[in-house]
């Protein structure tokens, strides 16, 4: 097993668990919560339960795609044009209702690509991706966010 699928099979979702809903990340508008929501999304566009259009513009997408592929890390505080200044307000009542959804996604996500890893899905920002470039952007993406609250 590829130690970027061990990670989301195995760590993510105990790590995730750490957070309490008080925490205050290191960067951005985001709660515990609202970073846990925001991440199930992003794992849901990889497995098409959620879609978005492109909105790079195509002359960028390779080079966007080239980004997304390296080691580079996001910086702290990388503006996402799918989100506002402002945080969106909390789906969930409580950061348990949170945590199940993103258990959900992140099982969706690897069931999605089983047996079919070569199956390409539009991420709105670098292009369509197969199943090993969705794993190594939703870790950087995932580490990120770890980082953020102090989990990594």
């Known amino acids: 097993m590829i130690p970027k699928e061990l990670f989301f099979k195995e760590q993510y979702i105990p790590l995730i668990k750490k957070l309490n809903g008080n925490e205050k990340g290191n960067w ?12 199930s999304e992003s794992i849901a566009i990889a497995s098409m339960r959620i879609v978005h259009a492109l909105h790079t513009p195509p002359e960028l997408v390779e080079k966007y795609k080239s980004f997304a592929l ?14 506002s200044d402002e945080p969106h307000p ?10 199940k959804e993103l258990e959900v996604e ?12 070569e199956n390409k899905v539009l ?8 199943y090993n470039e ?8 995932a580490t990120h966010h770890l980082k953020q609250f ?3």
């Open 106 to 117: 992140v099982k969706e996500f690897l069931s999605f690509y089983e047996h079919q890893p």
């Open 134 to 141: 969705w794993l190594h952007l939703l870790h950087k993406h």
């Open 70 to 83: 390296s080691d580079k890390e996001f910086k702290p505080g990388t503006k996402n044009a799918l989100m």
């Open 150 to 152: 102090n989990l990594a």
């Open 123 to 130: 991420n709105p920002f670098f292009g369509d991706l197969n």
């Open 90 to 99: 909390l789906r969930h009542r409580s950061i348990e209702e949170a945590v």
């Open 28 to 39: 951005g508008v985001l709660s515990a919560q609202g970073m846990i929501e925001h991440m």
